[in-house]
């Protein structure tokens, strides 16, 4: 289908942008990447009367790190994580999770801060932000203000952010020495949405003992979820492997998945348990800088 009309407008700066979204209130929508929005204009899910595209204000692609962050700007786009250096050597399980997302036509374009912008529990970088700890930061004709991610979506394809206000950053806390993460996905063909997908990051100690731990879930509830029980349940413990059972265990128990095409909620709470193992031994494989074992 072809979308309704819209009037476009191309902002050259931060600031003429946050203007125009105060100016034309909420019928105006963002653009940056544009591979959930334009796909929802098409359906006719979506027909904004505006349409504010932020892709020629300079300055926003960044991937950089400072003040114990790595920092990634409202136009960075998914290749340009799955191929930063940085992101290889530090986050793992950020490159693991732009490696799932679509498909590298949609990954040219889309951004991360779209992917998290967007609301939607299907998507993949909500649950990798959620073991991360990240923060937002939400610019807006007020200034900026930061929003911790377990905050920042509060139902379904429903953000913190309010319509005059633009995701300009994720801020993602460096991680100390001897830390790990990983970020697995089911899908049912290449590129596909995520049956289930879960995010762990984990520290250990000198001792191995686990000191934090973050536990992400894609798609098995309204919004992401932040498996809260599992991550407490880590901490203080040693990664045995009953550990690693009863915390996927946990981690299971927390989603609240629903029959649907790509399966029951019964097969879907399983598939949780089973990429949560998994999830956790590939993250402590990583943090105790050992090859990859047997997942
Ligand atoms: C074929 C296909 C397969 C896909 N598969 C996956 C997948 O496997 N996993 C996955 O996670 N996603 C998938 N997606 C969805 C898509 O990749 C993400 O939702 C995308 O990353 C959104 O980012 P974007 O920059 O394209 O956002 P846009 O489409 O431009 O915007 C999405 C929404 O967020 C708002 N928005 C965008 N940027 C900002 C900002 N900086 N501040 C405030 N609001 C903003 C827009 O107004 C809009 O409401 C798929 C999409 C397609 C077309």
Same mark, same amino acid.
């Given at each position: 289908?072809i979308?309704r009309?819209?009037?476009y407008f191309?902002p050259?700066?931060? %600031?003429e +942008?946050?203007s125009?979204l105060?100016?034309?209130? &909420?019928?105006?929508?963002?653009?940056?990447? $544009?591979?959930?929005?334009? *796909?929802?204009m098409?359906?006719r899910?979506?027909?904004?009367?505006?349409i504010?595209?932020?892709?020629?204000i300079?300055g926003?692609?960044y991937i950089?790190?400072? %003040?114990?962050h790595l920092?990634?700007?409202?136009?960075? #786009?998914?290749y340009?994580?799955?191929n930063?250096?940085l992101?290889?050597s530090?986050?793992?399980?950020?490159?693991d999770t732009a490696k799932v997302?679509?498909? &590298?036509?949609v990954?040219?374009?889309?951004t991360v801060? $779209?992917?998290? +912008?967007h609301?939607?529990?299907?998507?993949?970088h909500p649950a990798t932000?959620?073991a991360? $700890?990240?923060?937002?930061v939400?610019?807006?004709?007020?200034g900026?203000r930061?929003?911790?991610?377990?905050d920042?979506? &509060?139902?379904?394809?429903t953000?913190?952010?309010n319509a @005059?206000?633009?995701?300009t950053?994720?801020?993602?806390?460096? &991680? *100390?020495p001897?830390?790990?993460?990983?970020?697995?996905?089911? @899908?049912r063909?290449v590129?596909?949405? +995520?049956?289930? $997908?879960?995010?762990?990051?984990l520290?250990l100690?000198?001792g191995?003992i686990?000191?934090?731990s973050g536990?992400g879930l894609?798609n098995?509830g309204?919004?992401?979820i932040k498996a809260k029980? +599992?991550?407490?349940?880590?901490?203080g413990?040693?990664?045995?492997?009953a550990?690693?059972?009863?915390?996927?265990g946990l981690?299971?128990?927390e989603s609240q998945?629903m029959?649907?095409?790509?399966?029951s909620?019964?097969?879907? #709470?399983?598939?949780v348990r089973v990429?949560?193992?998994?999830a956790?031994a590939r993250?402590?494989?990583?943090a105790?800088?050992r090859?990859?074992?047997?997942v």
């Open positions: 289908m979308p009309t819209f009037e191309s050259q700066t931060l %600031d +942008a946050l125009l105060q100016k034309l209130g &909420p019928e105006a929508k963002l653009l940056s990447g $544009g591979q959930s929005l334009i *796909p929802m098409k359906l899910l979506l027909s904004p009367q505006y504010v595209d932020i892709n020629r300079p926003l692609d950089s790190e400072s %003040d114990g920092k990634i700007g409202a136009l960075a #786009r998914e340009e994580l799955e930063s250096e992101v290889k530090k986050f793992p399980i950020l490159a997302i679509a498909d &590298p036509l990954r040219g374009q889309a801060c $779209g992917n998290l +912008a609301g939607d529990p299907a998507n993949d932000m959620l991360l $700890g990240a923060t937002v939400a610019t807006g004709p007020n900026r930061e929003i911790a991610i377990e920042f979506f &509060p139902g379904l394809f953000t913190a952010l @005059e206000e633009i995701l950053e994720v801020r993602i806390p460096l &991680p *100390p001897s830390s790990g993460g990983a970020y697995l996905k089911l @899908e063909k590129g596909d949405f +995520a049956t289930a $997908g879960v995010a762990v990051q520290t100690d000198d191995g686990c000191r934090r536990v894609t098995v309204l919004t992401p029980q +599992a991550e407490a349940f880590l901490v413990k040693t990664l045995d492997d550990t690693v059972k009863q915390a996927a981690a299971a128990s998945p029959d649907d095409i790509r399966g909620a019964d097969y879907k #709470r399983d598939l990429l949560a193992a998994r956790l993250a402590l494989d990583r105790l800088d090859p990859k074992g047997g």
